[in-house]
């Protein structure tokens, strides 16, 4: 962790963002998809999610558990919509200036996570 810090902290920002080509928004969507369904850590917080509520101990009707499901997918899909629309909002306003101080903010914020965690396992 604090090895990436250093490496995000005196990162150089680029000029201009990559080029990003696409098919279609429909193949762009599904591939997405199927990429997150098959994300591990996405398959782990589900498994999270339905042991921290007990859903595994007690017998729960298909409604509930479509419930839920319906829930985490769509909340999820409500966190995505609003990041993509503050990203697209402050784009324009993010220059290289700006992106080398969010660098460095990440940086240090990574590199104190990683001493709390190396502190932890010593103290």
Sequence with gaps: MIYLAVK?????ALEAPAEVSHKSYLNDFVSTLFLTLT???TILAYIAVYAALGLSE???AYSHATALVA???FGSALWWLILSEGVTLFRKRVNVT????INRTAGLLIFL???FA???IFF
């Design 8 to 12: 995000i902290y005196f990162a150089t």
């Design 113 to 115: 996570f990683g001493l």
């Design 58 to 60: 007690i017998p729960v």
């Design 118 to 120: 190396w502190a932890t």
């Design 71 to 73: 829930g985490i997918f």
């Design 98 to 101: 700006v992106m080398t101080w």
């Design 39 to 41: 994300n591990p850590m």
